[in-house]
């Protein structure tokens, strides 16, 4: 028995799934769903189980296919590998193309968010033969400009050379704290989530992941022309979803996305921090709808 088998909703999640390979790895991917096609790509140090709460919504009008990033949730953990975004991007196509996914809208959230404008990069540069079609794009809470993000004192350490070692030392306790930090004070996680958040990262020894994932920080700063105007280029639209009270990538960072995104459309909802899905999942789906499925949104599909 694993210690995923004590967590009857994680053990639910991953049985609604399943597990495909890509380059030889497992990768654990969910789809359900009918409407127009919506792929979902998820955070740090989390899971496409952020996507639960809003599972049932987003079902309801969409066919959605959720995966879980390498080095997260269920999918393979390499011991010993270099993780990057350019891989993390690789695998949302595979992702899509293992579907028969070639166009799509995209929810994204925090890491994701670099996933995603990385896919942006790629799809603006040549429409007609990208591997994967963004139609639509819609971001919430990261670190779209590397100038606006406030990463924690533990994410620095972690990404630093000693974070080998420190990631060894993480415990159920001080993981909750820094989760926490995140969440806005009228909204915070639930133990019976931080414990199931806590089960996925060590699953199939994933702590010794966490440093090597840890490098999109720099890779943000290396490839800010190219991500940031990703976004600043693209002839999309594009909407940003943000949880004011976010203190890595909050309010701060949307009023960046107001100065340098062309027609910036920006929903802001007060009340919530950087976790937007989990803390108001019905306020998330509401604008998120909208957006894909408003009447401009029509008219230009």
């Known amino acids: 028995m694993s210690a995923i088998d004590r967590f009857p909703a994680l053990c639910a999640w991953r049985d609604a799934g399943e597990f495909i390979s890509v380059d030889g790895r497992r990768v654990y991917c969910r789809?359900?769903?009918a409407g127009p096609r919506l792929l979902l790509?998820?955070?740090f140090p989390t899971s496409s189980l952020d996507w639960a709460p809003m599972w049932p919504m987003l079902t309801s009008r969409f066919e959605v296919l959720a995966f879980d990033l390498l080095g997260l949730g269920f999918s393979a953990k390499p011991r010993g590998h270099r993780y990057r975004v350019q891989e993390q991007a690789n695998l949302a196509e595979?992702?899509?193309h293992h579907y028969g996914w070639s166009a799509v809208f995209v929810l994204a959230h925090d890491y994701g968010d670099t996933v995603a404008q990385e896919l942006l990069a790629r799809s603006s540069?040549?429409?007609a033969h990208a591997a994967l079609r963004i139609l639509r794009l819609c971001l919430l809470n990261g670190g779209l400009f590397p100038e606006t993000h406030r990463a924690r004192p533990i994410q620095r350490l972690l990404a630093s050379p000693l974070g080998p070692g420190l990631a060894g030392l993480m415990n159920r306790r001080s993981f909750a704290r820094s989760l926490n930090a995140l969440f806005s004070p009228m909204r915070p996680l639930s133990e019976a989530a931080i414990d199931e958040y806590w089960a996925l990262l060590q699953h199939e020894a994933g702590l010794h992941a966490v440093p090597s994932l840890l490098g999109y920080m720099a890779e943000r700063r290396h490839e800010r022309a190219r991500w940031v105007g990703a976004l600043q280029?693209?002839?999309?639209?594009?909407?940003?979803?943000c949880g004011a009270l976010d203190p890595v990538s909050g309010l701060h960072m949307a009023e960046r996305y107001r100065q340098l995104v062309p027609r910036?459309?920006?929903f802001v909802l007060d009340d919530?921090?950087?976790?937007?899905q989990l803390e108001d999942p019905s306020?998330?789906?509401a604008a998120a709808a909208a957006f894909f499925l408003g009447d401009d949104a029509r008219a230009s599909a």
Do not use: E, Y
């Open 272 to 276: 919530v921090g950087h976790f937007p």
């Open 31 to 33: 789809r359900a769903g």
């Open 283 to 285: 306020g998330v789906f």
């Open 264 to 266: 910036a459309d920006v």
């Open 41 to 43: 790509i998820h955070g």
């Open 94 to 96: 595979a992702v899509a």
């Open 233 to 241: 280029t693209a002839d999309i639209p594009l909407r940003l979803i």
């Open 125 to 127: 540069l040549d429409p």
